[in-house]
């Protein structure tokens, strides 16, 4: 299968946009909200997973349930908006998105009605060929489900995609539709843990274009 023949999906935080320094902000403004710890840089990528609301509960040693994870979420995500201004695409995010030579969208856990206007005003929504965001008033949830709708919204087999990301949930979500995945160290996930996963593994995205053409 040539590049021309799959069809490539990005995912948005932590891989085309660089919100990392800001996510960590909100994740530890979070905690701070119920008495709980401050992370690291390098605690929040090795300790990171979806649902969010299970690491969450690791962090703060107790259960968090839907209500408590809802007002932790409005927490992060009120933050969030204040500092996203502040946030820059990667480095190499439009050379790569230039270097595929096939058809490709973008797919986000952030909220869909935030997600399109901000993907605009960086310049990139005429190079995809859908944007889908999170169309709900919650997050945190598995991308696997999120990723079937949107390859049925374009027409596009599952077998043929590629999904470049940074997190295991991305690797997982592209393995449940039968596609695959090159993950990315630049964004959420401590490289070990990524290359653990054995998923092809990129230190930029270019690197991880390049990884995805040669995928069959």
Not at 133 to 156: F, I, N, P, T, Y
Request: net charge negative; glycine share 10%.
């Amino acid at each position: 299968m040539t590049p021309a023949d799959r069809h490539l999906v990005w995912d948005w935080n932590g891989t085309l946009l660089n919100d990392f320094s800001l996510v960590l902000a909100c994740t530890n403004a979070a905690f701070a909200s119920v008495g709980g710890p401050t992370v690291s840089a390098d605690e929040h990528r090795v300790r990171f997973r979806r649902p969010i609301a299970d690491y969450y509960a690791e962090v703060l040693g107790r259960a968090v349930d839907d209500e408590a994870f809802g007002r932790l979420d409005k927490i992060f995500h009120d933050a969030y908006r204040v500092g996203l201004t502040t946030c820059e695409l990667a480095g190499d995010a439009r050379s790569a998105i230039a270097a595929w030579s096939g058809s490709q969208s973008l797919l986000s856990m952030w909220f869909h009605d935030e997600l399109v206007p901000t993907v605009h005003t960086y310049g990139l929504t005429g190079h995809f060929s859908r944007v889908d965001g999170l169309r709900a008033e919650v997050g945190g949830d598995r991308k696997a489900e999120s990723l079937r709708q949107h390859l049925a919204e374009l027409g596009v087999d599952g077998g043929s995609v590629v999904l470049i990301g940074d997190s295991l949930d991305d690797a997982d979500a592209a393995e449940a539709v039968g596609g695959r995945a090159v993950l990315y160290t630049g964004g959420f996930t401590d490289a070990v843990r990524l290359r653990a996963s054995r998923h092809p593994v990129a230190e930029t995205l270019t690197e991880a274009v390049g990884l995805a053409a040669t995928l069959r």
